[in-house]
């Protein structure tokens, strides 16, 4: 019985809470042209910073 209930409430936490999948490495691009860098190359990681190159 207890079985059943734990598999009833996994169920409905799948339903209400997104499953979110993390990595270790931070995915970026790079651009060839940047106005933040005064159109020079840079990079642009996920988390939205800019590094100039």
């Known amino acids: 019985m207890l ?3 734990e598999s009833v409430g996994a169920r409905l936490i ?3 809470v997104p499953k979110v999948e993390a990595s270790a490495g931070c ?3 790079c651009y060839a042209s ?3 860098c005064n159109y020079n ?4 990681y996920t ?3 800019i590094k100039c190159l």
Not at 41 to 44: A, D, G
């Open 3 to 5: 079985r059943n209930i």
């Open 14 to 16: 799948g339903l209400f």
């Open 27 to 29: 995915a970026y691009m």
């Open 34 to 36: 940047c106005w933040q």
């Open 41 to 44: 190359s840079c990079i642009q």
């Open 47 to 49: 988390n939205c910073s």
